[in-house]
């Protein structure tokens, strides 16, 4: 047996898109029913699953692995805001998640939504 946290509580819902959003990226709110590309330092409200020009879907809930940049946190609860392609470490703009795994070498962050 190994770890796995896929798929675990994993919820997403689609949105409005004012351009394609790369999957990994964390999203904000953009007006009612629309979502963009979190700017850096940014709170996010989920990541982007999938995305085209007119929609993306938003993994809104569940565990997800993306892309860390900067000091990574420890596993644990830590404070994460969007760097504006993956999260980074934010303890002043960031909001808390639950960091399950840290993988510096590829430099990623498993936390849940």
């Known amino acids: ?14 949105f409005k898109v004012g351009s394609a959003i790369a999957v990994g990226t964390p999203v904000e709110m953009d007006g009612s029913g629309k979502v963009k590309a979190s700017a850096d330092g940014k709170a996010f409200c989920g990541i982007a699953a999938a995305s085209d020009d007119a929609y993306a879907s938003v993994q809104l809930s569940g565990a997800v692995t993306v892309k860390c940049s900067g000091t990574a946190p420890s596993a644990g609860y830590a404070k994460l805001a969007s760097d504006g392609n993956g999260v980074k470490a934010d303890t002043t703009n960031g909001r808390e998640y639950l960091v399950l795994e840290v993988d510096s070498t590829a430099g990623t962050v498993t936390f849940l939504l």
């Open 1 to 14: 047996m190994s770890v796995s946290f896929g798929g675990f509580n994993a919820n997403t819902a689609t």
